[in-house]
């Protein structure tokens, strides 16, 4: 395994590791060459990460692009720069993983076996259609182990997804450890029971809490960078936050953690000035914990006004204000602000549209008319858009109208075949290249009220996120289901095998208890 640039050292010892882990092939070391200046200066007999054709790659298809050559001398890859070079490991990894070697016994026993990898010559270039490609995973409804965190990170990484929307607070439970705010930990992070399964509107009344470290995030987050993934932090929604610190809500409490799922009422005091001071605390070790993230996502969905109506302090200020706010200091402190397609607001009152700084996620159907659907006024207005739509992208529901063969999910349906026919542009945009550009990609949320284990999330994770990891990646004219679905159920399902991965086979009826 040679490699021609500092750069792609940690890549090389990174692909090498996990060819050896996920597909039992060992390579013999890892070595520093010069830059070639021709293919003539390339070595033979091995893979070969090179930056010879780096330039031409990144102005012709951007940084993510890579090419990838095998032939009888080498296996040659290149790429428009460090992440070009690491989504072409993926895709050698995943056909290293698809061949069955073949094995030579030498007839003389002084000499060992041989193993052979059959690997087929190819020539492609290869690039993403939008630069967002999203696995979002909520925390705060149930906590996961940070191993398995970083296993969630690893499927991100081999699917060439770029980005992980972690859901770290909701009414819920807070889940990140903030300095200078004790109670967040000792009182939000804390409920005193979890709904059942079977029946929502009762409590099993067992205790449930934790948070994680600032040392775990920033483990995660270097974890993440490794492999070419932001983590965008998403601090949203505020029982778990008023029930730590009642003087930050409207009515001053006593608020306690939510056992039941829902949306609460009780949200911060947008007239009350702690509660800026509070945010911006908060927000600036959030910003130190995801350096990386050019977005900090603030939520801003399900926030009724209720509390807000009945509060003098609030009259003059609502969501609008609020988010306004919030959007002028991350702005000041170089970040973006991104949040679900709520903060847009009545987008019909001059005074109350959002800044063209902010971003949103849109999470509402795509079947509303033009005139009322977030992305479209969104993207119209300049605003740039993640989509997300319920009925394409949330991976919490159930996968089967058999619910009786599943394990417990949202009461609502998605199949695989609907993921894999999403199309982030609507077809309003598709003649509005201005719109269009503003369309950065989309993203599987995994909201986690019904999954209570890594088992579980994978369960419901997996292959619908392979489905779309096609969608956001590839420009082909010809994305066909019956295609796809072949090839997942003949060759990339083994592949997740090898990854242990808890996935739920689309061809079975009758589920894997998990």
Known sequence: LYFDMDDYESIASMFSEDLSVHGGISIKGSKRISPPQTKDDIPKNGIVLCSLDSTDLCQQHGKEAYKLEVNSNCILLQGGSPRGIFYGTRTLLQMIMSIEPIHSIHSNNSHPSSTILPI???????????????????????????????????LIAFHKLNTFHWHLTDDQGWRLEIN????????????????????????DHKPYGGYY???????????????FITIVPDPGHAVAALASYPNLGCTGGPYNVRWEWGVSKDVYCAGNDQVFDFLQQVLEQVMDLFPDSPFIHIGGDEC??????????????????????????????????????????????????????????????????????????AAKHGCDVVMTPTAHCYFDYYQSLNTDTEPPAFPSYLPLEQVYNFDPILACLKNDKEACNHILGAQGN????YVPTSEHAEYMAYPRTCALAEVVWSSSPTQNYAHFYERLTKIHLKRLAKYQVAYRNPSQQAHQKV
């Open 120 to 154: 087929p010559a190819i020539a492609i270039i290869d690039y993403p259609k939008f630069p967002w490609r999203g696995l979002h995973l909520d925390v705060s409804r149930h906590m996961f182990p940070l191993l398995f965190l970083k296993k969630y990170v690893d």
């Open 180 to 203: 200078g705010f004790p109670e967040l930990m000792e009182v939000g992070s804390q409920r005193d029971g979890t709904p059942i399964p079977t029946n929502i509107n009762e409590s």
């Open 213 to 227: 470290t600032q040392d775990e995030v920033r483990e995660l987050v270097a974890y993440a960078k490794e492999r």
């Open 304 to 377: 009724p006004h209720d509390r807000w109506k009945s509060c003098p302090k609030c009259q003059e200020r609502i969501l609008h204000y609020f988010i306004t706010r919030i959007n002028a200091f991350l702005k000041q402190k170089g970040r973006k602000l991104i949040g679900w397609d709520e903060i847009l607001g009545n987008t019909d009152d001059a005074t109350n549209k959002l800044s063209i700084d902010a971003s949103i996620m849109c999470w509402h159907n795509n079947t509303q008319p033009e005139s009322n659907n977030p992305a479209v006024i």
């Open 446 to 449: 995994l909201w986690t009220e």
